[in-house]
Nanobody, 122 residues
Framework: VQLAESGGGLVQAGGSLRLSCAAS????????MGWFRQAPGKERLFVGGISAGSTITVYADSVKGRFTISRDNAKNTVSLQMNNLKPEDTAVYYC????????????????WGQGTQVTVSV
């Protein structure tokens, strides 16, 4: 199984980025997908998740209203649209897959990606 994130980079506060995660080696349409992030010196935190059929999305309070998760089961991809970025959003962002019905903050992923760096400058 491989989860490959892309789309990270440097952006000014208030700007936008779109992260993508391409999955292979698993039956993508049967997995809930999630995004986590880890800032330097801090623990990895849940950002949001989407159910296998895209009917349910869950977000951390810190990103609610600014970030949107979507998926394309035909292309085996999941995306994280990040708007109105803040310096505190700076972190390595990880894609993850879970065989649970829905991804939540307490979910234990079956698979992780390698991460992509997002840096938001003031």
């Amino acid at each position: 199984v491989q989860l490959a994130e892309s789309g990270g980079g440097l952006v000014q506060a208030g700007g936008s980025l779109r992260l993508s995660c391409a999955a292979s080696g698993l039956t993508f349409r049967t997995y809930a997908m999630g995004w986590f992030r880890q800032a330097p010196g801090k623990e990895r935190l849940f950002v949001g998740g989407i159910s296998a059929g895209s009917t349910i999305t869950v977000y951390a309070d810190s990103v609610k209203g600014r970030f949107t998760i979507s998926r394309d089961n035909a292309k085996n991809t999941v995306s994280l649209q990040m708007n109105n970025l803040k310096p505190e959003d700076t972190a390595v962002y990880y894609c993850a897959a879970s065989d649970a019905v829905i991804f939540t903050a307490t979910s234990s992923p079956n698979y992780w990606g390698q991460g992509t760096q997002v840096t938001v400058s003031v």
